[in-house]
């Protein structure tokens, strides 16, 4: 089994950006720790991070060759109503999460519109909010599998 | 005389997403029909898909090169201003078409921002919106030449 | 097959009326122009205009005898819930049709009641909004025939 | 004593339209429920059905001359202003009634304009509501008397 | 010259209806004393009285006949786009008058959608607002004649 | 059979608390009322009046062992999800009732949530809003008897 | 008798600023005219004019000292609540007047705040406003004294 | 180290309730879950189910005693102000869970008040949802001893 | 004379919590300053503290065996209909106190709806709040006895 | 110690004013009952009134030369935010005092702007609020002094 | 050529008032520097400063003498409608400038009302906002010159 | 120093687009002056334009590099969270230039995002809107410097 990771805009500067918000972990860093806990799983993972709307709904129409999506839309998750269709449109189980607690912040953040089109959202948990995704993923697979 | 269609996000997924929304045809069956339509007129016709908003910008302005624009701008259709702005630039006719009637989903998709810069636009009619359209816009091209 | 044409409420002073946003044509013009597109089509055709909300929808109900409805309700498709539960009732085939573009008018236009109970939509193509409309109109009767 | 009962718009087709709202009775047959009733009550009835705004501030006008108003306005008990002053007007009880429960369906019913002006309302038992209606006017008919 | 006087839905009931809005005259009291005015300033006058949006509709269309429009739509100034519509298309002067300072009352009386598409409005006067508008068209219709 | 009527917050004052609206009758008195009928329908009746919405909610779990749940949720009704979620958890005929014509008092109160979930609604009557429910509820659950 | 006439912020500029909106007669041209239509009523008159929220309240305040007050709120009418309470306190008429039909103009002038504390409104006849504004305060001046 | 875990309104219910929403687990079940995966962390653990906003809110200031707080607000997520203050005066880790996707159901279910007050929020995965709960609880747990 | 002192949801955690908003009083602290203060006043006193909206109504009801109320409903001063509709139905003064400054804290804070049925708010002062609120009720009790 | 007490627009007219609201006594009554409580606490007071937002502005200004400030700003309380930034650039304690109770009045009175910059606010106890204030602005100035 | 240069309420507290928003200078300060670059470009310039709205709006009108005008307009930028009307009337060109960054900060200070009729708006850059708003005026001054 | 200056959307068409809002030089004439005025400070500058979202946060991501940006974010200023977040993340200056005045366009144009995360904003000047946001950015990098 496949899983693919989907970070959103910005998400690039992990680790340098708002710590009191992100943490303090690089997106590599991050990326190792999803790798290892997907390996403990036993499925294989690919992370890519895009600062544009289009490449991350052209990532997501990629990611049905997999066989789940755990994708942090960053801001997207508030604006982007074509990311959300893409996710509509996938048949594999999908978990978003953000590290910040998105509820806590500017009223902005409140509207979640990519959340529509998901199984389950993990927020607020820094780092640890990716590795309890893969959880939920892989258990989504194994039950759809 | 010439036409650009320009297709926007996630209608690459065409034959496959939603089938009650969008009907069971791919965006190739689509462009098939829609050439020949054009060839109809007797007038040429490129059609092109983006799931970018950037692109898509892109491809508005070089459609100002042809007499005419056909653009079902997806999800754009009711988030992006500065596609809207793209549109309002242009000189020759345009008319926006849309494969699912969107004033009866939800709400979101009731707030029509492109919709605004065009001649006309066309909606719920599955494939048929873009026959149609192409009539209508064949018709604003040869009054305005 | 036989088709009904209703137009709204203003429609009769069409050709007088706001000619940047509703054409130069009177509505006997549109009326002949429609009827020569359903010839053209071998269907039959009768049209007719109320002012009034309650006529409008006797009318509606009225279409029930025939195969297809194509509706321009003016102002109701902004104002008319009774309307739109009119159309509602019906198993027919409907086309809203609008001279003007709607989206690019005032705010009050942009809410569309009537829309959401029917097929497609067509606007802001002046008259050729109807003849388009007759073309769709027929194109979803023959395929629920 | 006599009441006088109204039907709004659309009432006219019941029966026929979208019974999982409306049951499955005929106007006719809920008429002839309702003179039943009023006959266990001893006061004499009069039903009327219009689809039009205007002829049924028209009737409630006329209902001045009966010693009770029943009245289920449809769609416009969430439109007409002007229906809703009309029954402002009158010194005798008004109940209104709807077939349907219009507090789950779409947020557009939710704005009760002619509540306003009535002694009380009952929704959502089907023909019920008229029975249940009839009880509560001629018990408020009495009382007044 | 000629003027129409239309009075909208309810104003039939004059001089029995909440006398603290709308004063104790009846609407024959009223368009007697209209039609006296209008005699002073020489000018002849029709008056009119509709509860349906539809017949208003109509009697606006057919005012063209005249040189001035008086207009008290009642309630329909609040909720007619329709009838804001028609008046839009006149290209004589019109003023529109309420007995009742609709500013004071209601909420959803503050919302004046017909009072757009006319010269001047004249409130709360009870029947004098209807001799002050005679005043006010007659001034107008000399202006541009 | 066996119903169970339910009583909200404030409602152990009744008539003493502004007669106005709520009428000058007593909780005991109305109980008995409601007794009477139900005994004429012959089914058992279990009266009980919370002010807390856990009591409330507690109770309409508890209302499954009967047959038909009345009830009157006072201004939980405008605010309470959690009542309206254990609404919607029973599979038996629900009613809601209020003494009062909640549509003709302040705005907060126009927002229905418990009414929602249940078959219908009845409010303006004062007691008799209670007994009418009583017949609705005995009607409904014959018919799903 | 005797008549205060108060001009609000900016109406020393009349005859310069936006004739589209104003006219074309300056504050002193209007002035003269009111005082001419007082003397033909019988009614002396004082005419302000303050740019200033309290001057303006100052001026209502000793407008109790006359029989009736004609007022211009100018921009005010949309903003002022304190303006409003200031009106609110007199015993003696008022009329609001304004030059422009502030109805027709942006949505900010739509919220008439002083407007619910007078007895009428007259808008949109340029200088003729105030002449009407005169006869209609003249008229409640004569029935209240 | 020891965990509280508390269930809100109606989720005493599981199992019975939309299990389209909440899956076929009872309460029972769930709890016996948690208690394992606690188990497995080594933390001790009580779980609490309470219908009432006033019970749960003691039940959030009892848990001071303990070293984390699980909490599963149910509908009081959406409407509890009170609930969440209590949440707000913790100084010991907290993670609210859902088991349905609040975020793709109803309107009213998108405002989220007490996630404002929580560290993390997992939503949507059924009981998984309590499962991964317990597994980031532990952690901040670990991380704040 | 006797006065009721009631205590709404998280009060009992007072000095505890959030400092800067609630002062570093215990709610036992403020009980015995203002059991002083009404000693002064020569009034009894009884003070209670809720954490449930249930409970609080039914203190309110019970108070009414006093002759005056002080309460600080804490969070349900902004969400409660059913506290205000208790308060409504007393006869005896109240007064509604708050520790912290609603008005300069969140917006869902200035959403007052308790304080529709007081006679007066004092808000911010800490402690002081329900000492100076007792010298307020102490006022209006002497005027009404 | 020195107090400044500062009365907003229309409160010169205290006495005469809506007495249901603000009660019966005259500005200078209330203004001898300020003095003689200052007295009692050993402070000296200044009292001053303005209409104009300019003048209430500058006399905050001054009120930098004393110990501590109590203002009732009317009708600015609700539509100043010039007033609330002037009061945001204080340093001494402030309280904000109203006669009437405005949260029981209408909606545009609960909007408050001015509260955001104060210390504290007491409502609805006509001249005692204005007594009780001076009490708090007291007991604040010992605190910071 | 000649500048007025206008300061809004609370201005002349500048240099004690929130350093974090307006910086350190003082008004004066800010008007030598104002002077410096005015003379530096070879224009005259006058720079004055009102509290009140009507002052601001007299200051505004008498500026139409000069040539051009730099107006700050403080917190009466996003309330005073008047204010933005007498700047409409202006023929000479506009900036407006801001010392902080007012998009950054609430909610309030986001509806502009004066920067819909000025040419330029220069916002968040402390003194430097009025030195570029000279640059930016003069430039505009010598274009229509 | 060096400074990166970022065009948003639309303005590769700058010189033929709308120059009634956007003036008639070109993206290149601006760039040139923008580049003469940076060697007059005596720094150096890179200009780039993007129609898309992403390659615009990434160019802000990379402006890092140098010591102050200039952004015209076009209309993702007023829909683009994400290119917000972007400018957040950064530590240098920023100033962000618009050429037409938004505050005075359509009020999707009033809602400004990507001002929240900048220093100052300048707007309405045309192609000088760019050499004083040079000339403000320069004295922020001095100052930083």
Chains 1, 2, 3, 4, 5, 6, 7, 8, 9, 10, 11, 12 share one sequence.
Do not use: F, W
């Not at 089994?1 to 710590?19: A, S």
């Amino acid at each position: 089994m496949k899983i693919t990771v989907l970070h959103g805009p910005n998400l690039n500067l992990l680790g340098t950006r708002q710590p009191e918000y992100y943490g303090t972990l690089s997106l590599a860093d991050i990326d190792e720790k999803v790798t290892a806990r997907c390996g403990h799983h036993g499925v294989s993972v690919a992370c890519h991070q895009y600062n544009g709307e289009g490449p991350l709904i052209d990532a997501v129409h990629q990611s049905i060759e997999g066989d789940g999506l755990l994708i942090n839309p960053g801001a997207y998750a508030h604006t982007s109503l074509a990311l959300a269709d893409a996710l509509e449109c996938l048949q594999i189980p999908i978990i978003e999460v953000h590290l910040s607690n998105v509820h806590a912040r500017d009223a902005m953040r409140h509207k979640m519109l990519t959340a529509r089109a998901v199984s389950g959202v993990i927020t607020g948990l820094k780092a640890n909010s990716y590795l309890l995704g893969v959880d939920a993923l892989v258990s989504l697979m194994k039950r759809s599998a």
